[in-house]
């Protein structure tokens, strides 16, 4: 890791921190460390990030904006089916303006901390998991494409972690 950010930098990744104490089970505990990951390289990339370049899309790439609401929309949606539901018309709503500035959205303060309150939500939702439940099938999408609760959850945290580190790539494209 070759970035400026000394509040994770002395420390070990969560991965490497040791079992969570929240009663997460050991087979979704790699899960939970990469949504917290992910959350405190977020929160560490984003400080100092210019506000005025929040929505800029560098050589056409996807935007801060966007992967900011794409990475907590993401969690919601593959945890409601992980849970067995259909998404909602609030969640479709948020899916279909991902990549569009809001009112809302126009501050990172906003952003980052509807993301940090996704995870936050997520980590509960594993805490509750049941091992027994993990390789029940679960329909994906409108066209219900084939997964488990477990697959769900750890494409959860592969994708989001992609994310991440496209972020890393747009901000430092952005800050020269």
């Not at 979704?28 to 100092?48: D, F, S, Y």
């Not at 993301?115 to 998991?129: E, P, T």
Request: aromatic share 6%; net charge positive.
């Amino acid at each position: 890791m070759d970035r400026d950010n000394s509040a994770t930098i002395n420390k070990p990744e969560v991965w490497l921190r040791g079992p969570l104490n929240n009663n997460i089970i050991p087979l979704l505990q790699p899960v939970a460390h990469a949504l917290l990951q992910a959350r405190e390289e977020v929160n560490e990339l984003i400080k100092g990030f210019d506000e005025m370049l929040l929505w800029v899309k560098p050589m056409g790439m996807a935007s801060v904006g966007f992967h900011l609401k794409h990475i907590t929309g993401v969690i919601g949606r593959l945890f409601t089916y992980a849970r067995g539901e259909a998404l909602t018309k609030q969640q479709l709503d948020y899916l279909a303006n991902e990549g569009k500035p809001t009112e809302k959205s126009y501050t990172i303060n906003h952003l980052v901390t509807n993301f940090n309150k996704q995870v936050d939500k997520a980590i509960k939702q594993l805490s509750l998991a049941d091992a027994a439940t993990l390789t029940e099938a679960r329909g994906v999408g409108r066209a219900q494409l084939p997964s488990t609760v477990i697959g769900l959850y750890t494409h959860t945290a592969e994708h989001t972690m992609r994310h991440v580190g496209q972020l890393l790539v747009t901000i430092t494209i952005l800050k020269g």
